[in-house]
Structure formats: C-alpha cells, structure tokens
C-alpha cells in the first residue's frame, strides 16, 4: 500500500500525464500532413503509453486515482486549446512552439519522476527499478525530439518581424 506522500506525488504527476498526452495529442492533429504531424504521431503514442505505465504503477502499490486533480487537469486541458491553437488571440505559430515548450518541459518532469521512483523502488516492492530505466531512457529519447522540434518552430514564432 502506497503512502500519503507517495499517492500526492504519483496522482500530481498523473495530472501532468493527462495533460501532456492531450496536448500531444493537439498538436499532432493540427500539425497533420506536415512533418511536425508525422514526428508527434509517434510521440503522441508514447506519450499516451507512459501515462498508462504510470496508471499501471499506481494500481501496484494501491494509490487511488484523485477524481478532483483528474477534473481540474480537463479543465486546464480544454482551456489551453485555446492558447495554443490560436483561438484567444495567439498566434497559432506561437501557439504550436509555447505548446511544444510545455511539452518538452512536461517529459522532463516525467523523467525525473522515473527517476525518482527508481531511487524509492527498493521501498515499494511492487516498483521494478529496471522498467523506470526503460521509461527514463525513453523520456531522454523524447525530450532531444521535443527539443529539435521546439527550436524550430522557435525560429518561426520568434522570428521578430512583429
């Protein structure tokens, strides 16, 4: 049975989770048919399947899914289809790279939460730390792909001819 502290940290991180894999989501579906659509086709994915791997690792060591961040995440979620889709005065260019960003940012908080659950593991003996080396190779792996794509679109969005 996971702690208190344990089940605050993994449902935080669970929030961040649904967010990220909505918003790979977004960006995927508005950058289809270019080749940003094509790279986040599979980061979408992966995305998606590490916020399942972390379900998964929630329901091993007994922590309950918190309905009100689950409830508040949506709302943040749907509210920011409007920022960066270009929907609330944002440009959509600018709107594509601070929704990159966010992205980028949120795989590196998923990866020091592998990290930080492999540094536990030995506690909780439902954690294999070898699957956190798995998912914080692949969070390394996202975020240099996240990283490549920001800065180009960067390039666009900041290109200072306002």
């Known amino acids: 049975m996971a702690d208190g502290a344990l089940d605050t940290y993994l449902n935080d ?4 989770a649904m967010f990220g894999s909505n918003l790979a ?3 995927r579906a508005r950058a289809e ?3 940003l659509g094509e790279v986040m086709k599979s980061l979408a994915s992966e995305i998606e399947e590490d916020r399942q ?4 690792i929630m329901d091993s060591v007994g922590t309950a899914k918190s309905v009100v961040k689950q409830a508040t995440t949506w709302v943040a979620e749907k509210t920011s289809r409007g920022k960066f889709g270009g929907l609330v ?6 709107g594509t790279f601070m929704a990159l960003e966010t992205l980028s940012l949120g795989v590196e908080g998923k990866q020091a939460l592998w990290t930080a659950l492999r540094a536990v593991a030995d506690r909780y003996p439902a954690l294999d730390p070898a699957e956190f080396d798995r998912l914080i190779d692949r969070a390394r792996a996202q975020r ?5 794509e920001r800065l180009e679109a960067a390039k666009e969005a900041l290109r200072g001819d306002a």
């Open 144 to 148: 240099h792909i996240l990283e490549r």
């Open 33 to 35: 048919g270019m080749p």
């Open 53 to 56: 791997s972390l379900l998964d």
């Open 89 to 94: 005065g944002t440009d959509p260019v600018l």
């Open 13 to 16: 991180h669970l929030a961040g």
């Open 25 to 27: 989501e977004q960006v």
